[in-house]
């Protein structure tokens, strides 16, 4: 079967370093086309990328009959009005995460998808390592006991002073941009949805990055009922960090690269998610594969949108999400618990 055609909105970092690489490497798509607002860039991305073409406005691109689907990493701001005209354009998007600005705006893309039928997809990468299913496999079998507690995190140091992340009008913040992750591996491990949750937020200054109230480190408290809980911390102000805990009754499980397996120390690409990772079960470390996570996501996803298989990860999970990221935040204004 021909490889799907690619189009990407936006000359951004992550495509760069990520998912052209991927696609590049997969059995089922192409990369077709770049778009960016400016035209000079879309060609000087487009040439430094080995892409066939590339245009000076997103609307040009979404036009191009040879692209089938969409990645979306734009600012955070930028996910759901966008990934929405390209749905309406009749393509299938990956939409970077955080999906959307809040549920409201998940449920929109959601419905547009269902009315087009197009599939659409937040692009939590990790999900597609092997690794999430072996400590799947792991609980599953009560390795650990019953599961009670489970405590994400994942910081780095943001040192560029640009960096569009500090912005809050376009989306930035630490929860959207990797609470979210804790967030959602969080549910992910507890197999259903919290219903209630506690935050607290620390915001940028006048004298920081952005210096309007963004958050730059985050904690949060999901209860998912029956025992369980989660813990988690994400921040943008400290050393690079990523790990999972997952604790039980009987011992305990540890995944210390949970998101972007090969990354050094201080959070350098050492692979990009292509790295064999390291678990711990009580202290032993436990063999696991190297695989490209990304790779793995755009595949699955183009099997998906030829109806070769389910979606694993449709649009109202993304909603579900962002009703968490809601929550969160509520209750970090109000200091207050929210119910869900």
Known sequence: MEKMGIGILGAARIAASALIPAIGKSSNARVVAVAARDPGRAKDYA??????KSYGSYEAMLADPEIEMVYNPLPNSEHAPWTIRALEAGKHVICEKSFALNATEAMQVDQTAKRVGKQVMEAFMYRFH???QQAKDILARGDIGELSLIRPSFSFFLSRPADIRWVHQLGGGALYDIGTYCVNVSRTFAGREPVQVFAMSLETGPNDP??????????????????LRSSFDCSFKQAFRQRVELVGTEGSLTLLEPYVPGRDKKGNDQGHGSAAPSLLLNGETLDSVAADQYQLMVEHFVRAARGAEPLRYPAEEAVRQMRVLDALFESARTAQPVSL
């Open 47 to 52: 040439a430094q990328h080995g892409i066939p």
């Open 210 to 227: 952005g210096g309007d109230g963004t958050d730059h480190s985050f904690l949060g408290l999901l209860d998912f009922g029956a025992g």
């Open 130 to 132: 092997p690794q999430i």
